[in-house]
Each structure stands twice: as structure tokens, then as C-alpha cells.
T-cell receptor, first 110, second 115 residues
Framework: TQLLEQSPQFLSIQEGENLTVYCNSS?????LQWYRQEPGEGPVLLVT?????EVKKLKRLTFQFGDARKDSSLHITAAQPGDTGLYLC??????????FGTGTSLTVIP | NAGVTQTPKFRILKIGQSMTLQCAQD?????MYWYRQDPGMGLKLIYY???????DKGEVPNGYNVSRSTTEDFPLRLELAAPSQTSVYFC??????????????FGEGSWLTVV
């Protein structure tokens, strides 16, 4: 059973477009992280959100934690080729178990 | 600034062979992990360790073994390799077992193909 489902699984967009990636669960999470993984490398942490409704911004990336702490979204404004990679959400559930999501593979075409 | 170091980077194994993936970290982290990642997918936890001499199973431990004789090293052993073990393997470490505001630090991955 996959606790953290990401959508879409694959996304290919033109440079300059906006996009949103979703991370959904039926379980409540005490904290949620977003990682980006570039080809041939390990995941690198982008952000951690811990409060329901919390919004964090990292340059052109906006992260939101759902009010009920069951979901999160990542919005990228004016995507650039350098944003290409695999985006992974990961969370700690109320049982203190840590899980990675299923992943969203993003390709930004110049 | 080595962080987490994995070897080898690439390996091809024949069915039934055995091998060990090496992992070392120099951040004095107590917590270490082995994940596998299939193409375009998320990571699944194989084994983890909370300190030297202590290991525990993760989500997908079958076909693997680990040991943790020192804080720095956490090797992963594949016994009797099977095609289903073809994957990318990531070793990782963290300051806290349950990362909240801290992160898990990953190695660069080991690409394993079983033929």
C-alpha cells in the first residue's frame, strides 16, 4: 500500500509554463518534505512543511501543506530546463513512519 | 565534504551471484538507510540502522542483508541475485531517525543489473 500518491507521474512542459505537482494521502502526516532528484544523483531536500495550511516559497517554487495535513502541492512558476528532474514528496505519519511518495518525473523542454 | 559515499557506481551481476554494496558516511550520523529505486519511481526502504550493531528491516528486505559494525559503514549484501533486484540502490544517513526539519543525505546511487 502506497501511502503517498503523487500526480501526475510524468509531466512534460515547455519552458515558461507553470505547473503543479500533487502529493496525496488518506493518512495524516506530521510533516512533509519535498525532494528533487536529478539524473544520476540522489534526492536533495527542497523544503519541509509541518503546519496545516503552511505555504513556503523557494524562488519560483511554492509549496503548500493541506489544512488537514493529508496532502501537499508543489507549484513551479515559469518553468526552466534546470527544473527537470524527479520530484519526490516524503512524509512522517502519526505513527512516526517515514515514507517517500511515488514520484513525479518533470521534463522542461527549451 | 564527502558526505555519503557508495561503491560501486555500476555493476552487472549474473543470476545467483552475490555481492556487497559499500556505503560510508563521514557526518557522524547514527542513522543510516538503504533504499532501492525503480525507474521513475519513489524510494522503497530495504533496511535501516539506528547505530553500530543495530539494524532493522524496512519495507522490502527480502533477498538482502546488512551489517553495521561501525558508525561510518553500512554495507548491503545481495545473496543469490535475481532479476527482480535490478534497480538503483541509494544509501543515506540522517541526524534524526525521523527527519523533520533535518534532511536525509543520500549517496549518488549504485546501478545494479542482474542478468
Amino acid at each position: 500500500t502506497q501511502l503517498l500518491e503523487q500526480s501526475p507521474q510524468f509531466l512534460s512542459i515547455q519552458e515558461g509554463e507553470n505547473l503543479t505537482v500533487y502529493c496525496n494521502s488518506s493518512s495524516v502526516f506530521s510533516s512533509l518534505q519535498w525532494y528533487r532528484q536529478e539524473p544520476g544523483e540522489g534526492p536533495v531536500l527542497l523544503v519541509t512543511v509541518v503546519t496545516g495550511g503552511e505555504v513556503k516559497k523557494l524562488k519560483r517554487l511554492t509549496f503548500q501543506f493541506g489544512d488537514a495535513r493529508k496532502d501537499s502541492s508543489l507549484h513551479i512558476t515559469a518553468a526552466q530546463p534546470g527544473d527537470t528532474g524527479l520530484y519526490l514528496c516524503a512524509g512522517v505519519d502519526t505513527g512516526n513512519q517515514f515514507y517517500f511518495g511515488t514520484g513525479t518525473s518533470l521534463t522542461v523542454i527549451p | 565534504n564527502a558526505g555519503v559515499t557508495q561503491t560501486p557506481k555500476f555493476r552487472i551481476l549474473k543470476i545467483g551471484q552475490s555481492m556487497t554494496l559499500q556505503c560510508a558516511q563521514d557526518m557522524n550520523h547514527n542513522y543510516m538507510y538503504w533504499y532501492r529505486q525503480d525507474p521513475g519511481m519513489g524510494l522503497k526502504l530495504i533496511y535501516y540502522s539506528v547505530g553500530a550493531g543495530i539494524t532493522d528491516k524496512g519495507e522490502v528486505p527480502n533477498g538482502y542483508n546488512v551489517s553495521r559494525s561501525t558508525t561510518e559503514d553500512f554495507p548491503l549484501r545481495l545473496e543469490l541475485a535475481a532479476p527482480s533486484q535490478t534497480s538503483v540502490y541509494f544509501c543515506a544517513s540522517s541526524l534524526y531517525l525521523i527527519p523533520r526539519n533535518d534532511t536525509i543525505y543520500f549517496g549518488e546511487g549504485s546501478w545494479l543489473t542482474v542478468v
